[in-house]
């Protein structure tokens, strides 16, 4: 089935950080989003282009819609520098203002963790989208916990599949030699149970590659990889550590073809800096890349006064800047939701989170908000918060711009959600929590 067979169109919308005077403004139920970012450091230029889309987006809602269901949204940025515990401080010090926040979006998976305890406490849902802990999938166990519309054990699995596409089948897997390059944090382990299971299942070598924060110093790790050889390349990383393997990978002549990263390894930062030695390179990713979708053209009119050579110089349509439009036109939606469910008005933690919990973004919703074509649909469930429908598409860089090449490729969900559970139930055992009812 072909991408446009599986996603539609759509109308956009879109959540960013208003400005000060904006957040100064007294509405009777102001919508708060508190934004973590990092602009500075060494994850910046992966960064930057997730809060100006942000920033976008809070913007487009509030001046093209007048906010939600009538609600202004008021937004304000903390920088974080990625560091887990200044995110910590962060959301300490945001998670109460302008009448609570609507949910908090981490954009870290070392923050994530930290604040899963944090969530039920303060009822403030967490919205961890393709990232954070994957276990936080299973609703019983993690009701406030969000990680549509894939996790990062079904994002392995999609690209196991990509592999088997690839080479004529699963059942080739046999004697193939892939290796994971990831991030030595959390997030870059995440992808780890994954690969290793379905080593065992399939019968391929797997290696594991560490790079230690923040990824500025890498030959050994592809000295590693030009004598092990590997057919396939996955790659876990982040922030500057992205461009460095694409530079190294591309000094030893590893194929860029046989060499995918995961959707935060994908970016346009990523590929830029290596020049034509960045042409072949390929990732996965939950949406496409570009502006042609109405969304982008209402950000551009709304936002940017109609200026298209500014917004693209805000990273507009690039690959990150994207992400966040997808993240929060979710999350927005669920925000809809809960001000439905409090009869117009801002609604609290437990309407917040159930909205979330009966999030339903069909073809005909997401071709309503500008983003057709450009997605999946997805139904979130009390038992399932990552969405029935995990998995990704692959994307290439050209040389001047990423291009979708594949179909959706589904993830392994016979096999990822049983890990999922266990990895659920181990958790609640560890945390004296009895998993609910579902």
Not at 264 to 287: E, L, Q
């Amino acid at each position: 089935m072909k991408i446009r067979h599986l996603l539609l169109a759509a109308a956009g919308i879109v959540v960013g950080v208003t400005g000060v005077t904006e957040a100064k403004r007294a509405y009777a139920d102001d919508l708060f989003f508190p934004v973590m970012v990092y602009r500075t450091g060494p994850y910046a230029p992966s960064g930057i282009p997730i809060a100006n889309a942000i920033q976008d987006f809070v913007a487009l809602i509030n001046k093209r819609d007048g906010g939600i269901e009538g609600n202004r949204i008021v937004s304000e940025e903390c920088e974080t520098k990625y560091n887990t515990k200044v995110g910590v401080e962060c959301y300490e010090k945001l998670k109460k203002k302008h009448g609570g926040a609507m949910f908090v979006n981490p954009n870290s998976t070392g923050l994530t963790y930290q604040l899963i305890p944090k969530a039920a406490v303060d009822k403030i849902t967490i919205l961890s989208s393709g990232y954070g802990r994957t276990a936080a999938a299973d609703g019983r166990v993690f009701p406030w916990v969000f990680n549509f519309p894939s996790t990062y054990w079904s994002q392995a699995s999609a690209f196991v599949n990509y592999v088997g596409q690839e080479i004529g089948g699963l059942d080739k897997l046999s004697g193939q030699h892939i290796a994971h390059v990831h991030h030595n944090s959390a997030y870059g382990k995440e992808a780890n149970p994954t690969l290793q299971t379905l080593s065992k299942k399939y019968g391929f070598k797997l290696t594991l590659l560490a790079v230690d924060h923040p990824g500025q110093e890498q030959k050994a790790t592809w000295l590693q990889v030009r004598r092990k050889r590997p057919d396939w390349v996955f790659m876990s990383g982040w922030g500057v550590m992205n461009q460095v393997a694409i530079k190294e990978a591309n000094g030893i002549g590893y194929p860029m073809d046989k060499f995918v990263g995961n959707w935060w390894s994908g970016s346009d930062a990523d590929v830029i800096p290596a020049g034509d030695g960045s042409i072949g390179y390929k990732s996965t990713n939950m949406h496409a890349a570009g502006t042609n979708y109405p969304v982008f053209k209402d950000i551009i009119k709304y936002v940017y006064g109609g200026d298209a050579a500014k917004a693209k110089a805000n990273n507009v349509g690039e690959v990150l800047y994207n992400r966040m439009i997808n993240t929060y036109t979710f999350a927005t939606e669920a925000v809809r939701d809960a001000v439905k469910a409090a009869g117009g008005k801002r609604p609290n933690g437990d309407q917040v989170r159930a909205a979330f919990e009966g999030l339903n973004m069909t073809k005909e919703r997401l071709a309503a908000r500008g983003i057709g074509g450009f997605t999946w649909p997805l139904k979130v469930s009390c038992k399932n918060h990552e969405g029935d429908a995990p998995g990704v598409f692959i994307q290439q860089w050209d040389g001047k711009q990423w291009k979708l090449i594949s179909d959706f490729i589904p993830a392994m969900s016979d096999v990822v959600r049983p890990m999922v559970e266990k990895a659920a139930a181990a958790y609640a055992k560890e945390n004296n929590i009895t998993p609910r009812s579902c």
